[in-house]
């Protein structure tokens, strides 16, 4: 079964044109216990991901990617990273705005107040939304 995930990543430090570039890159420094649960336990080959943009002007997804290597060890203990792979860059970003606004998305983890975990599941209903919102 595929899983599917939110990973949020300030521009500046990676961009959604950054993974289109390099086509693949491994997702390390997360520093949260529970992100790395979900990398190490959870995320598997093949899973896809809503690739966003925070901290922008404005926040929101800017593109879809996919797991394409399990969770194994970064240098320092415990931590762990996953290698994703670029597959879509939507033509323009879908704002949090949006994403709160949008019917089916209510309960969408990024949505949420205080939601600042860098990496959050997703139901497929609502990556399916994200997605359909991204391609307009």
């Known amino acids: 079964m595929t899983n599917h995930w939110l990973i949020k990543s300030e521009p500046e430090a990676y961009s959604i044109d950054d993974l289109k570039r390099d086509k693949t890159t491994n997702w390390n420094g997360i520093r949260n216990y529970q992100a790395r649960n979900y990398m190490r336990d959870q995320m598997k080959a093949g899973d896809k991901v809503l690739f966003y943009a ?54 969408m983890v990024v949505t949420k107040k205080g939601s600042r975990l860098s990496i959050q599941p997703v139901t497929k209903a609502e990556f399916d939304i994200v997605v359909k919102l991204g391609r307009r």
């Not at 194994?72 to 323009?92: A, S, T």
């Open 54 to 107: 925070s901290s922008a002007d404005p926040s929101g997804v800017t593109g879809i990617a996919e797991v394409v290597r399990e969770g194994y060890p970064e240098k320092e203990e415990p931590w762990v990273m996953v290698d994703i792979r670029f597959i879509e860059k939507f033509p323009e970003i879908v704002p949090l705005e949006t994403l709160k606004k949008t019917r089916g998305l209510e309960n």
